[in-house]
């Protein structure tokens, strides 16, 4: 199946800092990612979606100033925490998919684990 | 609002038996419904897409069946390995995927 690469796998931070999380699509192009969030022993939340060239689209509750979401090429997206906080501590994973959506299996990275200390 | 259910929580079974997961979603307008599997810190591989006209699609050892009318899809195991042990996530597309919390799976050797 398709290659979705997340970096970095985990991450330690001080409060108050920025963290910005990679997401590739190795062997396609994807013009929308999605990016989500999991708390431990919960499923995932949809926070935002990433659109090729255009502003994200983020889900209801989630701060698009403190999640900056950058969707620059057709293979990588970027998600920033920005000020981060003990309480923005998580695992986050992105996810593309190489065809039209509803056709389409979704491929995941590999998660990030960000730890705000 | 799609919701995604997913029975039972947990299950601890011995190695060599046959299983069913289930997973019931609530709006049944879907595009397609997909299984995942997720190792402990780890991101989601995915298992099997079963377009919405579809009624089945096979893996190896997995099968996994969608009836969209009613709303509910299974994921069967046959022949469960110690290997096999993981959380194993249920997914429906509709504008983009809603999750089920997942069954944790344990096969004990």
């Known amino acids: 199946g398709a290659v979705v690469s997340q970096h970095p796998s985990w991450v330690i931070c001080k409060s108050g800092t920025s963290v910005k999380i990679e997401c590739r699509s190795l062997?396609?192009?994807?013009?929308?990612m999605f990016w989500y969030r999991q708390f431990p022993k919960q499923s995932l939340m949809l926070m935002a979606t990433s659109n090729e060239g255009s502003k994200a689209t983020y889900e209801q509750g989630v701060e698009k100033d403190k999640f900056l979401i950058n969707h620059a090429s057709l293979t990588l997206s970027t998600l920033t925490v920005t000020s981060a906080h003990p309480e923005d501590s998580s695992f986050y994973i992105c996810s593309a998919s190489p065809g039209p959506l509803m056709n389409t299996e979704a491929f995941f990275g590999q998660g990030t684990r960000l730890t705000v200390v | 609002k799609q919701e995604v259910t997913q029975i039972p929580a947990a299950l601890s079974v011995p190695e060599g038996e046959n299983l069913v997961l289930n997973c019931s979603f609530t709006d049944s307008a879907i595009y397609n419904l997909q299984w995942f599997r997720q190792d402990p810190g780890k991101g989601l591989t995915s298992l099997l897409l079963i377009q919405s006209s579809q009624r089945e699609q096979t893996s190896g050892r997995l099968n996994a069946s969608l009836d969209k009318s009613s709303g509910r899809s299974t994921l069967y195991i046959a022949a469960s390995q110690p290997g096999d042990s993981a959380t194993y996530l249920c997914?429906?597309?509709?504008?983009?995927?809603?999750f089920g919390k997942g069954t944790h799976l344990i096969i004990q050797p």
């Open positions: 062997d396609f192009q994807a013009t929308t």
């Open positions: 997914a429906v597309r509709t504008d983009g995927l809603t």
